[in-house]
Every structure is written in structure tokens, then in C-alpha cells.
């Protein structure tokens, strides 16, 4: 387990070979580094549910109600909707998580559908009222977590972190990323000299 910090702090510090110096930080901004992370958890927990289910980290919650009944917000959210859910509990009961398509079918066949829990966007709706907190068992996103947050960046064993590591690296290495960056580059030159000759 490592913090979001550290993990970020040691991707941008490999890109540079031991040091990160500011140009190193603007060219890879944290929240850049965040979102590819995003990517490379939610690959791992759609193609791997077995690798994601241990990256999952442990969430609880206090429930509110509205016009439509009882619900909690899940913040950060998951990474990939209910597939990246693998628990959910209150202080006496169990849920299923459904997405609203399952919920509606269940409710068809079986007439009753009193322990679901439905996600809608970022929020996990309740069909009964919550016994004290809720606690949620799921892979959230990692760029909505707060830095020093722990996260299990990769699959227990197996080399896991190592690979998931090696994935996020080739992307902000690849010749793709690294076009974007030349042209990013290059557009904010040319703008700042717009402005420099705007202001002549």
C-alpha cells in the first residue's frame, strides 16, 4: 500500500531519473499523471476482476434522504461504475449492487427487489432505510482521492504492481503522449508570442 503522493511523486521521479526538477512536474502535471492512473485501474478491474478485487480499499458512509429515498454519495467514485463495487453492507444488512437496467428486471421477476443497492452517476440508492453506516468495498477513482489517501496500485503478488506500474510509464513514455506534449508545447509558444506582439 502506498499513498497517491508517493505513488505519483515516484512515477514523476523515474521519468526523470532519480530527480524531479519543475520542468519535469509541468511537462507530467500531477493531475495528468492521476488520470492515467484512472485508466490503468480501470483496465485492470474491467479485464481483471480478480486483481482488481484486491485493490479495492474500504469506504463509509452516512446516509441521506430525499424526494426519492435513501441513498449515499460515493466520493472519490468508482473507477468503472458497478463493476469495480465488490461489497456493500450497513450494521445488519447485505446489498446487491445493480445498475438501474437490473434493477428494474429484478423488480420485474421477483416482485421485490428490498436489498438492492442502485448506482445512479455517483450516487448508490437504497430500496429499505440503512441501518447506521454504510460501508462500501470498491476501487475508486484515483484521481478524485485525496493525496494522502493509500491506495493498492496493482494485483497482490504476482508482480502485479510492478506490471500496473510499467503500463502507466509506457503510456507517458509512448511516442503518442509524447507528440501531445511537443504540440502542446509548441501551441503555447506561439501564443505567448501572440501576445507578446498583441502588446508591441
Same mark, same amino acid.
Given at each position: 500500500?502506498?499513498?497517491?503522493?508517493?505513488?505519483? =511523486?515516484?512515477?514523476?521521479?523515474?521519468?526523470?531519473?532519480? &530527480?524531479v526538477?519543475?520542468? *519535469?512536474?509541468?511537462?507530467?502535471?500531477?493531475g495528468v &499523471?492521476?488520470? &492515467?492512473? =484512472?485508466?490503468?485501474?480501470?483496465?485492470v478491474?474491467?479485464?481483471?476482476?480478480g486483481?482488481?478485487?484486491?485493490?479495492?480499499?474500504?469506504?463509509s458512509?452516512?446516509?441521506?434522504? =430525499?424526494?426519492?429515498?435513501?441513498y &449515499?454519495?460515493?466520493?472519490?467514485r468508482?473507477?468503472?461504475?458497478?463493476l469495480?463495487?465488490?461489497?456493500?453492507?450497513?450494521?445488519?444488512n447485505?446489498?446487491?449492487?445493480? =445498475?438501474k437496467?437490473?434493477s428494474?428486471?429484478?423488480?420485474? /421477476?421477483?416482485?421485490?427487489?428490498?436489498?438492492?443497492?442502485?448506482?445512479?452517476?455517483?450516487? /448508490?440508492?437504497?430500496?429499505?432505510?440503512?441501518?447506521?453506516?454504510v460501508?462500501?468495498?470498491?476501487?475508486?477513482?484515483?484521481?478524485?482521492?485525496?493525496d494522502?489517501?493509500a491506495?493498492y496500485?496493482g494485483?497482490?503478488?504476482?508482480?502485479?504492481?510492478?506490471?500496473?506500474?510499467?503500463?502507466?510509464?509506457? *503510456?507517458?513514455?509512448?511516442?503518442?503522449?509524447?507528440?501531445?506534449?511537443?504540440?502542446?508545447? *509548441?501551441?503555447?509558444?506561439?501564443l505567448?508570442?501572440?501576445?507578446?506582439?498583441?502588446?508591441?
Amino acid at each position: 500500500m502506498i499513498t497517491k503522493r508517493n505513488y505519483i =511523486d515516484l512515477i514523476q521521479n523515474r521519468l526523470n531519473g532519480g &530527480i524531479v526538477p519543475k520542468d *519535469v512536474q509541468k511537462i507530467y502535471p500531477r493531475g495528468v &499523471i492521476a488520470k &492515467i492512473l =484512472d485508466m490503468a485501474f480501470s483496465d485492470v478491474v474491467i479485464n481483471n476482476s480478480g486483481a482488481a478485487a484486491d485493490m479495492s480499499l474500504e469506504f463509509s458512509f452516512t446516509s441521506q434522504t =430525499d424526494a426519492n429515498g435513501y441513498y &449515499i454519495t460515493l466520493s472519490p467514485r468508482p473507477i468503472a461504475g458497478t463493476l469495480s463495487i465488490y461489497d456493500i453492507y450497513d450494521e445488519k444488512n447485505e446489498y446487491n449492487i445493480q =445498475d438501474k437496467v437490473m434493477s428494474r428486471a429484478i423488480r420485474t /421477476l421477483r416482485d421485490n427487489n428490498k436489498f438492492g443497492a442502485i448506482l445512479y452517476g455517483d450516487k /448508490l440508492r437504497f430500496n429499505t432505510t440503512p441501518v447506521g453506516q454504510v460501508t462500501v468495498i470498491y476501487v475508486p477513482r484515483v484521481s478524485e482521492m485525496a493525496d494522502d489517501d493509500a491506495l493498492y496500485a496493482g494485483e497482490e503478488g504476482d508482480n502485479g504492481e510492478i506490471m500496473l506500474f510499467s503500463r502507466v510509464m509506457a *503510456v507517458l513514455q509512448g511516442k503518442d503522449f509524447q507528440d501531445e506534449l511537443n504540440n502542446n508545447a *509548441v501551441d503555447a509558444q506561439q501564443l505567448r508570442g501572440t501576445k507578446i506582439r498583441k502588446g508591441r
